[in-house]
């Protein structure tokens, strides 16, 4: 009996291990696939031509190196593995971040990109001369932009199409404006260089109260940061100063579990500082 059971136990370990191993096999394949098409499209986006395999071994070289550095700092597993989870998602989050920067820059450009563009009907230029004379002399994003604009005319696509490409590339209320302006222009006609001034003159209204709201918001931007990284900083001190004490926090399940509130509460606390400080306009 003592000898079934034990085969008994061993079958059901060795299935079990497969099934695990075949879960995380495909579980691997799949956040593989879903990054390299994810990096495929924001390096397409960000007019970077990077090949994403490459980029994805060196997320996994890093991610390595991220789960060897916090095993041999703590002699936990389980704070290794997860900083090593940590790592993998930190790319996808600095993808986001530089994306909001390009449509913050981009929103910035706008105003005075507009006027310039109605100078340039006012002179007597056409709108794709006018286009053209934006692009080369404006720069990154917004020269990108128009200039991929530019080009999709030059391959037959129409203006409204190109103009819908652009708002979906920059999907932003400011870019929303400029390209329902020109759409409309281009089928009803009208002054289009004293719509580009007024929506320039809007856009600038807007862009000067965000940054008074930026400047005022600013203490409780810093208290999130101080409130997110004041936890960090006492283990780490603690680390320090009492690393026989700490071993418990990165060794034990007791620990584990005050790793894990502390990492809710710290979530839940950033998130409503940012709730409170964010102000729509």
């Known amino acids: 009996m003592l000898t079934l059971a034990l085969l008994s136990a061993g079958l059901a370990a060795g299935l079990l291990a497969c099934w695990a191993s075949r879960w995380l096999k495909h579980g691997w394949e799949g956040y593989r696939d879903a990054f390299t098409e994810e990096a495929r499209w924001r390096l397409d986006e960000f007019f970077v031509f990077v090949d994403p395999g490459q980029l994805w071994l060196l997320t996994v070289a890093l991610c390595a190196a991220a789960v060897a550095a916090a095993y041999l700092l703590s002699g936990s597993v389980t704070v290794a593995l997860s900083c090593g989870g940590l790592g993998l998602l930190l790319p996808r989050w600095l993808a986001g971040r530089a994306r909001h920067q390009r449509l913050a820059r981009f929103d910035t450009q706008l105003p005075d990109a507009l006027l310039a563009l109605a100078w340039s009907l006012r002179a007597g230029a056409s709108l794709p001369v006018a286009l053209r004379s934006l692009m080369e002399e404006s720069q990154a994003p917004l020269s990108q932009e128009f200039a991929l604009l530019m080009r999709e005319q030059r391959m037959g696509v129409s203006l409204d199409a190109c103009l819908s490409n652009l708002h979906s590339r920059m999907p932003t209320?400011?870019?929303?404006?400029?390209?329902?302006?020109?759409?409309?222009?281009?089928?009803?006609?009208?002054?289009?260089?004293?719509?580009?001034?007024?929506?320039?003159?809007?856009?600038?209204?807007?862009?000067?109260?965000?940054?008074?709201?930026?400047?005022?918001?600013?203490?409780?931007?810093?208290?999130?940061?101080?409130?997110?990284?004041?936890?960090?900083?006492?283990?780490?001190?603690?680390?320090?100063?009492?690393?026989?004490?700490?071993?418990?926090?990165?060794?034990?399940?007791?620990?584990?579990?005050?790793?894990?509130?502390?990492?809710?509460?710290?979530?839940?606390?950033?998130?409503?500082?940012?709730?409170?400080?964010?102000?729509?306009?």
């Open 173 to 281: 209320e400011s870019a929303g404006l400029m390209c329902a302006a020109l759409r409309i222009a281009t089928r009803t006609g009208g002054n289009l260089a004293d719509a580009l001034e007024r929506i320039a003159a809007n856009l600038r209204a807007r862009l000067l109260i965000h940054r008074r709201i930026h400047a005022l918001t600013a203490q409780g931007r810093l208290q999130a940061w101080v409130v997110g990284a004041l936890p960090l900083v006492i283990g780490l001190a603690l680390q320090r100063l009492e690393p026989e004490a700490m071993r418990a926090m990165w060794q034990t399940p007791a620990g584990w579990g005050v790793l894990a509130l502390i990492v809710l509460l710290e979530v839940v606390g950033v998130w409503m500082i940012r709730r409170v400080m964010r102000i729509e306009v």
